[in-house]
């Protein structure tokens, strides 16, 4: 199937395009997310798609919404994305796309870790406490923690970082009993998503939900949920605490452009080289197939 850097649909009109999503309305109610083949890395959207990408992240998303329905209404309707747009605009949304409910998003990202890496890390090696969670003494980079924390951040704009905050910061822009919720279903989220995973030889280090409320004020899981885009996979035969395990994502190209002379992680990007690329398309199928058992739709299953 074709690379989709920027889906280009004349049949729906377009709302947004966020790193990686172009949204489009369908009526008032619904929405057409085409997940593309853009990656980006340090919040700079690379001037390369990654083969394959978009597809695999909405294959994956797809696969755990329909695992944890129980838990918590989704935003999926089940609608064919294909009968949404014309004829020849179909190829750009085949398998990398789906409609949902157009809900009223909340502003806060659901974080939740269950080892001590990323932004985590460093805010423990300052103070000794993740989003003023205080933890023990003596945690090495990737230790699991005694049990996993929710740590929510402020959404930011487009290109910015967003900001780990408080439980109780969250609390004040939302409410209470809504961030309570929130924080009950993303820790039983990350609870049931990491006993399965751990199953297949994966851990799941930490994640990111984000939710919604429909016209009525239901609580919807909507966006993207554990990707390699939203999570940190690491390879549990590789996990030494101590050390940052490889994962499956993007790991090949930030590892790349840390060692680009003179750029300042700020637009424009540098090119990728064909075999960075190469090596991330085959990361992200590698991540499907290891946390699914699925192949890629369309593609032969290979072990």
């Known amino acids: 199937m074709a690379v989709v850097y920027h889906s280009n649909l004349r049949s729906l009109p377009l709302l947004s395009r966020g790193k990686v999503r172009d949204n489009y309305a369908i009526g008032d109610d ?47 309707t089940g609608i064919d994305p294909e009968s949404m747009v014309a004829p020849d605009e179909r190829e750009q949304v085949r398998g990398r796309s789906m409609v949902v409910k157009r809900l009223k998003p909340i502003l806060v990202e659901a974080v939740v870790r269950g080892y001590l890496i990323g932004s ?35 959404k930011a704009e487009l290109g910015e970082h967003d900001e780990n905050i408080a439980f109780d910061d969250m609390a004040a822009r939302i409410g209470a009993p809504r961030a309570e ?42 966006d993207e949920v554990l990707t390699a885009d939203s999570s940190r996979f690491w390879p549990a035969d590789s996990w030494r605490p101590g050390s940052s395990p490889p994962s499956f994502d993007k790991q090949f ?51």
Not at 38 to 67: C, H, T, Y
Not at 276 to 288: F, M
Not at 293 to 298: E, K, N, P, T, V
Request: with cysteine; proline share 9%; net charge positive.
């Open 120 to 154: 985590g890390w460093k805010d423990y090696q300052a103070g000794g406490a993740v989003c003023g969670i205080a933890l023990p003494p003596g945690l090495r980079m990737a230790d699991r923690l005694p049990e996993p924390i929710f740590t929510p951040a402020a």
């Open 181 to 222: 919720r929130i924080r009950a279903i993303s820790l039983e989220l990350y609870r049931r998503a990491s006993d399965y995973a751990a199953g297949r030889g994966i851990l799941i280090a930490d994640t990111k939900f984000e939710f919604g409320l429909d016209a009525g004020g239901t609580l919807h899981l909507m």
């Open 30 to 76: 619904r929405l057409l997310i085409v997940t593309t083949d853009r990656l980006s890395a340090f919040d700079v959207i690379m001037a390369d798609p990654i083969p394959d990408k978009g597809r695999v992240l909405n294959q994956m998303a797809l696969f755990w919404f329909e695992r944890l329905a129980d838990v918590v209404p989704n935003h999926l």
């Open 253 to 303: 190209v930030r590892d790349y452009l840390e060692t680009v002379p003179g750029w300042n992680k700020r637009p424009p990007p540098p090119p990728l080289p064909r075999e960075v690329i190469e090596q991330t398309a085959q990361k992200y199928r590698e991540a499907l197939h290891r946390l699914t058992g699925q192949a890629l739709s369309g593609q032969a299953l290979r072990d």
